[in-house]
């Protein structure tokens, strides 16, 4: 017998609002998993020197300073960040500006730790792959075996990757995020910052999972 008109339609109006209604009752949840998935944060252990990614200069320096005075490790490592070029531009004409490296290296020192453990890698650094290199490179010249990575709670993940891709070979990485950074993952849809940055980070995390991958299997299977 052949089905009134429109009673399909209805049906699956009906489908798509169930659908919908547990969407929005698990879309708590669904959003938490996706605030949670992008940290990364390992157990401590005593380490030779502590790694400060360039970036948020004030939470990122915070948790190095902590962990130094916490004893984790005597020794404190800065990253250079490229600067814009309108730095250079207003530097050409006598603007003398501080740059990141040098507000990070102030506030380790006005939180107390000493100019004489706080080292400094000075070319400049535009992405995090080329940070990994350069760490990479400072660390083997000092013989250093085993790092804290300390970074942002969104940028964790991607970074710790990113190391373990380039270093986890050779060295000990303990990676941790900043227990002073305010990103919330259970409730990041809430502030427009947060949500920008989350999702801004999970096109770069995607990224970079295929940059792995396929340099994986130039290499045969073998970590650069």
Same mark, same amino acid.
């Given at each position: 017998?052949?089905?009134?008109?429109?009673?399909?339609?209805?049906?699956?109006?009906?489908?798509?609002?169930?659908?919908?209604?547990?969407?929005?009752?698990?879309?708590?949840?669904?959003?938490?998993?996706?605030?949670?998935?992008?940290?990364?944060?390992?157990?401590?252990?005593?380490?030779?020197?502590?790694?400060?990614?360039?970036?948020?200069?004030?939470?990122?320096?915070?948790?190095?300073?902590?962990?130094?005075?916490?004893?984790?490790?005597?020794?404190?490592?800065?990253?250079?960040?490229?600067? #814009?070029?309108?730095?250079?531009?207003?530097?050409? &004409?006598?603007?003398?500006?501080? =740059?990141? *490296?040098?507000?990070? $290296?102030?506030?380790?020192?006005?939180?107390?730790?000493?100019?004489?453990?706080?080292?400094?890698?000075?070319?400049?650094?535009?992405?995090?792959?080329?940070?990994?290199?350069?760490?990479?490179?400072?660390?083997?010249?000092?013989?250093?075996?085993?790092?804290?990575?300390?970074?942002?709670?969104?940028?964790?993940?991607?970074?710790?990757?990113?190391?373990?891709?380039?270093?986890?070979?050779?060295?000990?990485?303990?990676?941790?995020?900043?227990?002073?950074? #305010?990103?919330?993952?259970?409730?990041?849809?809430? &502030?427009?910052?947060?949500?920008? =940055?989350? *999702?801004?980070?999970? $096109?770069?995390?995607?990224?970079?999972?295929?940059?792995?991958?396929?340099?994986?299997?130039?290499?045969?299977?073998?970590?650069?």
């Amino acid at each position: 017998m052949k089905r009134p008109y429109g009673c399909g339609c209805l049906t699956k109006i009906a489908a798509f609002l169930v659908v919908a209604l547990i969407l929005y009752a698990l879309h708590p949840w669904i959003f938490r998993e996706l605030g949670y998935s992008v940290l990364c944060s390992d157990s401590l252990q005593k380490a030779d020197v502590i790694v400060v990614m360039a970036g948020s200069y004030i939470i990122r320096t915070q948790e190095a300073a902590a962990l130094y005075h916490e004893g984790w490790s005597p020794r404190v490592l800065l990253t250079r960040e490229s600067p #814009p070029d309108s730095f250079y531009q207003l530097k050409a &004409k006598g603007i003398l500006l501080p =740059e990141m *490296i040098d507000i990070n $290296q102030q506030v380790l020192e006005g939180l107390g730790v000493p100019r004489s453990s706080i080292s400094r890698i000075e070319i400049p650094v535009d992405n995090t792959d080329e940070e990994a290199r350069r760490i990479k490179e400072f660390l083997e010249r000092d013989h250093l075996r085993r790092l804290i990575i300390v970074t942002s709670k969104t940028h964790s993940r991607r970074a710790c990757m990113t190391f373990y891709h380039y270093l986890g070979k050779d060295l000990q990485i303990i990676c941790r995020y900043s227990r002073f950074d #305010p990103f919330d993952p259970t409730g990041w849809w809430k &502030k427009r910052k947060d949500a920008r =940055e989350l *999702i801004f980070e999970w $096109q770069k995390l995607i990224l970079y999972r295929i940059q792995f991958l396929l340099s994986s299997i130039r290499n045969g299977g073998r970590k650069i």
